[in-house]
């Protein structure tokens, strides 16, 4: 992959401030508790970073709601680390082997081993004609989005920080989120998503030939969220002594960078003459299911294809009838899209022409997927 260090550790160290408060409904106590302030890694899982969050606020409830599971919201809307279902989409001129492999992979966690799909007609799994365009609408296994992609997702007008979130223990949504039994749930999913980046990008060369030991630097790396309580600024401003202990905070964020780029490295290289099979990508709009399809990072000419050819790509109704409609209007068409929508990753706005190969190596997220969101 292209060397732009700078870029990685920019997207690594990516941190957001929030403010989490217990709802006021259930605070048992006379007085409610002070606010907590975490400096959160974009790139981590709410339920990897909110135990002190629960051993902060679960003396202020009611007893009878103390074991219970501790859920947060942004301005009443629930806020889903993860889910079950969503839309995955795959369109292809022309069904092929890697297609079909593809598709068993992302149904092999809802119905059963890879071994037992094989035995299934092409035709049967993908519901269209071999050699037919593929297109299909299916449920998917749990979803854990990371904190970044949900403050992409919700924060869309009022950009003031901190990230205000409401803290609950009561009243479970259960229509509207699924319970997190385990951190080991969410590290089951973090590398089910790697294994399935690797079957876009190298056919699952890379992890194919990776140790247990490699699937645990990725895992124990990704964990560099050690959160960072605000009061320790406070406290920097107090006593500068202190000094010491943000520097060995500041070292203990690098020394995770380093942990897991030194494996993260080979599932982001390409060959010299060659990109990656797929660009593994999941696109995000409203509180839509996401959608992904197969886009590759060339043309068919050999052309490298940019973030503007990739929304075309997966949201072709959208932009050809803005197109034609600015076009009737004498409008220039160029970008059209991009003028009514915006799409952020990492709360950036990449240019629409970035390269989809360079983005993939510098703007993925630890499971190794493009997180795109869609802000109309």
Known sequence: ?????????????????????LDSEEVYDLQAPDPYYLMVPRLSYFPLVTDKIRKHFIRHVHPDKQEAEMWLDYNGQPLKWWVLSSTIE???RKTTHDTY??????LQPTLGSTANLASMPLNACLGTQTGSDARCVMHHWALHYPIGVLFDMYVTTDLQLPWNITVHFDKFPEDELLHCPSRDAVESHFMACVKEADVLKHRSQVVSNMQ???????WLGLQNGETVNKSLF?????KPEDGDRLTHTLTFFTDKFDQFWAVNRKLMEASADEAFKYIPFRCYHGDEAFVQRL????????????????VHEVFPEETEGRKTQHLLSTICCF?????AARVITHGIEPPCETPLQWMSEHL????NFLHLCIQA
């Open 364 to 367: 993925s997220y630890p499971d």
């Open 90 to 92: 795959i369109k292809h």
């Open 295 to 310: 886009v590759r990072p060339v043309t068919e000419e050999g052309h490298r294809k940019t973030l503007k050819d990739l």
């Open 1 to 21: 992959m292209a060397n732009d260090r700078e870029v990685l550790r920019e997207i690594w160290e990516g941190r957001l401030p929030i403010c989490f408060q």
């Open 212 to 218: 247990k030991k490699d699937h645990n630097q990725l």
């Open 335 to 339: 970008n059209v899209f991009f003028v």
């Open 101 to 106: 492999w593809i598709f068993l992979l992302l």
């Open 234 to 238: 406070h406290s920097l401003r107090r």
